[in-house]
C-alpha cells in the first residue's frame, strides 16, 4: 500500500470524525481540522532546506555540460592594434601601424580518455544528487510527521495535566471543608495542598513543552498548526524487521547516493591517469589585417599591401615526458578518494540497516505500550473510582485518593506518548524503506518538483550567454508569526477525558 493511499483520506477524515468533548457528545460548532497532508504540502512548497537542496542539485547538473565542453570544438577571435614609435631598423618596406582581427576554431580529437570519464563521472554524481534530494524530501517529511505528532501529543498531556489539576484544586477545597467540621486532621489539608502544587508546577511544564513543540512546527512547516487532525492509520509496515531491512538496502536514498558517489570516484581514477596520455588537437585560424594607409609607395612597389587575408590549419600533439611526479601523485590521490567513497557506502549501509532495525523496534515496543497502557488506564479508572467510594466511607484516607489521581495521569501521559512514539517510528521504517518521498506520498499541493526537467535543459545547451534568472527566495520567513502559546483550543486526545 502506498503512502499516497493512507494520506488520500486525512481531509474527509478531519471534516467527518466528531470532535468529541467531555460529556461524549458532539460541539455544535466545529472548527476545520488542519491535517497531516497539508502540512506537508506547506512545508514541501515552502521550506528553505528543502529549497536549498533543490539548488544544490541543479548546481550538480551544470557539471555536465561544464565536462562535455572540454571535448567540443571552441572559437575564439582576437584583434589587436600595433603603432610603431621609433626604430632604429626601419626601412622604406616598414609599417608603422597595423590592426588585425583573426578567428580561431579548435577542435580536440584525443584527451585520454579525459573529458569521457569526466563526462560520466559527472552523470553519476548528478544521479547521487537525485538520491540524495529523496532522502531529504524524507527527511523532511520525517520532520513534519514528528513535529505534528509532538504538538497533539503535548496538547494532550496539557489538557490531562490541566484537568489533574482542576480536578486536586476541588479536592482541597473539599479537604478544607471537612478539616473545618473536624471530619480531617490538618495533615490531610497539608497533603492536598503540596499535591495542588506539584500539579500546577507539571502544567507548567507541559506547557513549556507544547509551546517548544509549536515553535518547532513552525520552523519545519513554516506556519502555526492550528486544530491538528488526527493522523491516519499508517500503511501495511514490514512483517519483520529482515523484510524492512532488504527493502531499505534496495531503495534507501542515502544508500543510493553513497554508491553512486563511489561509482563517480572511480572514473575520477580514470580522469587522473589521463594526465599522462597524449593530447591530439586540429585548429584552423583566419585573420584579417589593416595598416590604414601607412604603407609606403616603395614598399607598395615591393608588393606589400595596405590590407589582406590570412589563414592557417594545422595539428596540435602534446606528448608528456616528465611532469615532476604530478599526474601520478593525482592518480594516487584519486584512488585515496576512491577508498573513502567505497568505505563511506559501506558506513552508510551500516547505518541504513540500524535505522530500518532500530525504527522497528522501536515502533513494535511502542505498540505494546500502548496496549498495555489503555489497559493501564481503565484500570486506574476503576481504581480512582473505587478508592473515592471507599474514602466516603472512612476505609481510604485524603492522600490514597491524590496517589490514585497521580498514578491515572501518569499512565495517561504514557499512553499518548506511546501513541506518539509509534506513529512517529513507523513512519521512520517507511523512510528508511525508501517509501517516504514526495512521489511516494502523491502530495496534491501542486506539481512536484522534476529534478529531470533542470537536467535535460542544461545537459545540451551550447550557448555561452544562457544565464538564469536572479536566484529569488522560495523558502517563507517566519518572522511575522506570533509567538505560540500553551492555550489547547481544540478537541484533545480522547484519553484525557475521564
Known sequence: MRLSHFLAGISALALTAPALGQSGTQPAVQTAAETLREAMVRAYNTNPEIAAERANLRATDESVPIARAAGLPGVSSTGNYTENLY????????VPRQGSVGVDLRVPVFSGGAVRNSVRAAETRVEAGRAGLRSAEAQLFTDVVSAYMDVIRDEAIVSLNQKNARV?????????DRFEVGDLTRTDVAQSEARLALAESQL????????????????????APGNLAPPP???????????????ALADNPLLIESQKARDAAEYDVDVARAARLPQVSVGVGGDYYNRFGSVSPAATLGGVRNDGFASSAGVSVSLPLFQAGRPAAQVRQAQARQSAAI?????????????????????QSAQRVIESSRLAVQANQLSLEGVRAENSVGTRTILDILNAEQELLSVQVQLVTAERDAYVAGFAVLAAMGRADASDLGLDGGPLYDPLANYNRV??????????????????????TPAQT???????????NR
Open 87 to 94: 626604430d632604429t631598423d626601419t626601412s622604406a618596406f616598414g
Open 233 to 247: 492509520p499508517l500503511p501495511s509496515l514490514p512483517v519483520n524487521v529482515d523484510a524492512a531491512v532488504q527493502a
Open 204 to 223: 507548567r511544564g507541559a506547557e513549556a513543552r507544547l509551546i517548544s513543540s509549536r515553535e518547532n512546527y513552525i520552523r519545519v512547516v513554516g506556519a
Open 486 to 496: 500553551p492555550v489547547v483550543a481544540g478537541p484533545v486526545d480522547p484519553t484525557a
Open 343 to 363: 568505505e563511506f557506502a559501506t558506513a552508510t549501509e551500516r547505518g541504513v540497516i540500524a535505522q530500518a532495525r532500530s525504527a522497528y523496534a522501536v515502533w
Open 168 to 176: 486536586l484544586d476541588v479536592n482541597l477545597q473539599a479537604t478544607r
Open 459 to 480: 545537459r545540451g545547451s551550447l550557448s555561452d550567454w544562457r544565464d538564469n534568472p536572479d536566484p529569488q527566495p522560495q523558502g517563507t520567513r517566519t518572522v511575522d
